[in-house]
């Protein structure tokens, strides 16, 4: 007897073994392992992604884009995108899937949609098809793009880490505890942090027709105390009978938020749960449980994230249980080898001499007996199909190893199925040599290997369908998975790039070393990590694609890290877009700049004129009416040269806001800069060298000759001064260019000149350059990186070209030197006027008539009276324009002359210019400024006034365009 209990024993032992290999067997773990990557990959993407059946319904829907509708993929699974979206929505997306099932795709577009609680949103669309193995339309994949939501999608890109991450928690209590009370206390406590609530607790057994109920396991806060506090087995009651009924029938998350509560009366009462939150617990032994938290402190509303949370606890929890449960009762059991056989997964034959001796249940069940006893004493050849019977027997004959071979088995009635068998010798009842045969019927397996390849290559496609680009990578680096998109942006084939280490091959130096560092720090553990990256890739062609990464690991089922997934994007064009608006900000910011001291400078110089007019007049009125030998005429001509002096300062300031006075004719740029070499040569250094390059044929410009002269002599001064004591090279050029919008918007001028031809005087030298910072402040006034005491000339310069229509364009970097090149609109033939001038003799001239002198200052008044009528006029003053409007009406018929001042209150020059024609249309009025003649004459329309006068002027000027104007 003894005999028997120990070869029982060992046969308990060996059929042990055999159940574990098979079952180690049938996990197909690459397949599966495959299949469950592609899956999460697209269930993962912050991408909206949608599988349409050719019908319009939706066939799969991944939660990024149930979640973006407001539904889960659940409620969107089957449907028709009509019950999700309001009819010229769901029109829209028809019209995308007919598109895509005509033409193989649908190119990206934008559609606005509404989520489930009303509000909208614009989606940007991909579609393309998915055909079967025969080329037949099977899905429509359309991936989407929430364009104005990208907060709302970072917030939910994190929470759902933050999901991930509680997920994992729970899953490393799981895996760390073997015993049950360990694990459930580890759940509650990590559940109670996690949810912040009052409140964990499980239920065991949930079962709404008992009499009694408990609660094993609690955790809870001190200041809310549940069952744990009181006993331990409690009256089941109507309400709670419910509540278990309604989790039990729900088979998902049920919240309560008033009312009935799972608690004792002592413990509700004292401590009543406002809101709590349930899920059922299906273990694969035993009856149910529940799992719950209560929030005791306030009312809450607990939200979809938390819900789903829950359900995913609850289902992990659920199967961790079970398989503690089956565990714990596999252990405890009493029974031996037979009780193991009969509720073994597995058929479990005794062999002897080819002849079935014995047999569990589930043997009889799988070749369609009734009864394991009906298969005893038959060839153990009977229950292999006839075609397969040579393996096998040659395999039970002479396999003397425990590895496992595939073959066909044979029922009952003559039906075949697939089988996998593995044999070993034993010693069958402490006597006699057996053989020992596990049986496993594949069936189901073979099903599930064949919808596992098929969702491969459905997912494959799905992968070469979507816009975005796809890149696995292993810990090493090595590349493991890339989609079209992938291998359309880099320029090379799948079978080039997976096996190639990714930041050997397919980055750029400049990133490869410091991205290769983060992501060996991120695969160790020892970078934080995080989901947006943004890096460079290299294309075949060489060029660089900058692409934004979206990022997540690939862990195996027990956390570990195994690799890295990235969807990217490529925003190079978006780059580039967002870098010419910042570019373009910076040119409008520096044209203010130098608008608002252009403006400063032009007041100023105005008012600064006024004074000068008063000074120089009284002077010159003076002057006339001395003789030489006066001892206070030396003192009253110096008086005038330090006012002109003044008045030079004055035009400097116009010229710097381009409103300086002009005496314009067409001139050669190339004679300009011939008639002041000579200055030029004298006025640099002894150890600077010029270099001239003058253009041919080169087209005459409308310019003050003396101007033009100034812009030279200033730029030359400057290049000088930028070669210090070294010396160096100075090169002026000449010559023409036509100039686009885009070339004109990069000049440094207030208001863009029109495109066309120009022509241009460049000035280069070899000096040491400036940096972006001296270059934006150059055309500022009295700005200088020289000494105190220099600064304007460049910012006259601006002035002039400014004032003449033309632009400049500056090229310069710290020690390369400097090219600063002004360019002037070029005349065409027909707007070349003839530059003849007649002179008029003033020897003896006297005026006659009444003249009206209109200014807003006292000063120029007195001094213009008393010249006019030295000059033989009878004179009317008004001090400002609506005076002068007045005096006009009263006596127009007797005015001859009206001179007016342009910058006045109330009714400027311009303004009353239009007054008075309104009174006579043929009036003659001279406009007095400080601004130069065509700034005033372009505020007319081409009605300009008939003459003009530039302050601060003197007697002899005044008489002249009086002169002109009055013997015309």
């Known amino acids: 007897m003894k005999r028997d209990n120990k070869t029982n024993e060992n046969l308990v032992l060996e059929i042990r073994k055999l159940r574990e290999r098979n079952a180690a067997l049938v996990k197909q773990p690459a397949l599966l392992k495959e299949n469950i990557r592609f899956k999460t990959i697209i269930d993962s993407c912050d991408y909206g992604c949608i599988l349409f059946d050719p019908d319009g319904r939706i066939a799969y829907v991944n939660n990024s884009f149930a979640q973006l509708n407001g539904y889960t993929p659940e409620e969107m699974q089957g449907q028709d995108l009509s019950c999700f979206c309001n009819e010229e929505q769901a029109q829209t997306f028809k019209e995308i899937i007919n598109t895509t099932v005509k033409q193989g795709r649908c190119g990206e577009m934008e559609i606005e949609q509404v989520r489930r609680d009303g509000s909208d949103f614009t989606l940007s669309i991909n579609a393309g098809l998915v055909s079967d193995e025969n080329n037949r ?192 009762t596999l252990t405890e059991s009493e029974e031996k080898y037979r009780s193991l056989a009969q509720t073994s997964m597995e058929g479990i034959f005794f062999v002897k001499d080819g ?208 690799g890295f997934i990235s969807a990217g994007n490529d925003i190079t064009k ?77 035009k400097q300031m116009l010229a710097y806001s381009g409103k300086g006075k002009f005496l314009v004719e067409a001139i050669n740029l190339n004679h300009a800069v011939d008639e002041i070499t000579h200055i030029l040569e004298v006025s640099i250094s002894k150890k600077t060298s010029m270099e001239f390059h003058y253009s041919d044929d080169l087209p005459l410009i409308e310019a003050d000759a003396t101007q033009v002269r100034q812009i030279i002599m200033n730029l030359v001064t400057n290049a000088s001064d930028a070669l210090g004591k070294t010396g160096g090279f100075i090169s002026i050029t000449t010559g023409t260019m036509n100039c686009d919008e885009s070339y004109l918007s990069s000049t440094y001028v207030d208001e863009i000149p029109p495109p066309g031809q120009y022509v241009y005087l460049e000035v280069t030298d070899t000096g040491c350059g400036m940096s972006r910072e001296t270059i934006s402040r150059m055309f500022e006034p009295f700005f200088t990186t020289k000494f105190t005491g220099r600064g304007l000339g460049l910012s006259a310069v601006l002035g002039i070209v400014k004032g003449h229509g033309g632009t400049i364009n500056i090229y310069s970097e710290p020690g390369a030197g400097t090219s600063i090149k002004v360019l002037f609109p070029a005349l065409t033939e027909s707007q070349v006027q003839s530059s003849d001038k007649t002179e008029i003799s003033q020897a003896a ?95 007319f329309e081409g009605k300009p006034p008939a003459g003009f006068l530039h302050k601060p002027y003197i007697f002899s000027e005044l008489k002249s365009v009086l002169q002109q104007l009055i013997n015309r």
């Open 137 to 328: 339309p099977e899905y429509i994949f359309v991936s989407t793009t929430n364009n104005h939501d990208w907060l709302l999608e970072k917030k939910a890109n994190a929470q759902h880490v933050d999901f991930l991450n509680n997920l994992n928690l729970v899953d490393s209590v799981l895996r760390k505890s073997a015993n049950i009370n360990l694990m459930m206390s580890g759940v509650l406590q990590l559940t109670l942090d996690m949810f912040q609530t009052d409140r964990a607790w499980l239920l065991f057994p949930c079962d709404p027709d008992s009499e009694q109920w408990s609660i094993p396991m609690e955790c809870t806060k001190p200041e809310f105390p549940g069952a744990g506090a009181s006993e331990n087995t409690f009256q089941m009651t109507d309400d709670i009978r419910r509540i278990c009924q309604k989790a039990l029938q729900s088979n998902d998350v049920v919240t309560i938020d008033s009312g009935s509560t799972i608690a004792p009366q002592a413990v509700d009462g004292l401590h009543s749960a406002l809101s709590q939150i349930i899920i059922a617990l299906h273990p694969q032994a035993g009856k149910p449980w529940l799992f719950g938290l209560h929030q005791c402190s306030n009312r809450r509303k607990w939200t979809t994230d938390e819900t789903t949370l829950l359900r995913e606890i609850g289902g992990r929890l659920s199967d961790a249980l079970g398989t503690r449960l089956l565990l714990q």
């Open 355 to 562: 002849i079935c001796v014995e047999a569990n249940q589930l043997a009889a069940d799988m070749f369609g007996w009734n009864d394991p006893s009906d298969l005893t004493g038959k060839a153990w050849l009977d229950i292999i199909a006839p075609e397969s019977k040579n393996q096998a027997e040659q395999e039970i004959l002479t396999h003397v190893t425990d590895e496992p071979y595939e073959t066909t088995g044979i029922r009952k009635d003559g039906s075949k199925f697939p089988m996998i068998i593995h044999t070993k010798l034993i010693i069958y009842k402490s006597r006699h040599s057996a053989r020992a045969v596990s049986v496993m019927d594949i069936s189901q397996q073979k099903q599930t290997e064949n919808l596992l390849r098929l969702e491969r290559e459905r997912a494959e496609r799905y992968l070469n369908s979507a816009n975005t680009i796809f890149v696995a990578l292993d810990t090493k680096g090595i590349v493991t998975l890339v989609n079209k998109k992938a291998c359309n942006i880099l320029g090379r084939s799948e079978d080039y790039i997976i096996g190639k280490n990714w930041f050997d091959h397919f980055l750029p130096e400049s990133v490869k070393e410091k991205t290769k560092h983060v992501f060996r720090r991120l695969i160790t553990g020892e970078h934080e990590r995080f989901e947006y990256f943004e890096n460079s890739v290299l294309t075949a062609g060489g060029s660089e694609r900058l692409i934004a990464w979206h990022n997540s690991f690939i862990t195996d089922r027990q956390g570990v890290v195994s």
């Open 574 to 650: 978006y780059k580039q877009t967002e870098a010419e608006k910042l570019s373009l900000e910076k040119q409008v910011l520096h044209a203010q700049k130098l608008e608002s001291l252009g403006i400063l400078a032009g007041g100023i110089a105005h008012d600064f004129n006024n004074i000068l007019m008063a000074i120089l007049g009284n002077a010159d009125l003076a002057l006339m009416k001395m003789v030489a030998e006066n001892p206070a005429y030396g003192n009253m001509k110096a008086i005038v040269t330090s006012a002109k002096r003044a008045a030079d300062l004055a």
């Open 845 to 939: 001239w006297t005026g006659y008539g009444t003249i009206l002198l209109v200014d807003d200052e006292e000063t120029i008044l007195s001094v213009g009276e008393q010249m006019l009528k030295h000059m033989g006029f009878d004179v009317l003053t008004a001090y400002d324009g609506e005076q002068a409007v007045n005096i006009y009406k009263e006596f127009s018929d007797s005015i001859t002359l009206v001179i007016l001042d342009f910058i006045m209150p109330r009714l400027d020059g311009e303004e009353t210019l239009r007054e008075l024609r309104r009174i006579k249309e043929d009036v003659l009025v001279v406009m007095c400024s400080g601004y130069n003649a065509r700034e005033i004459n372009r505020r």
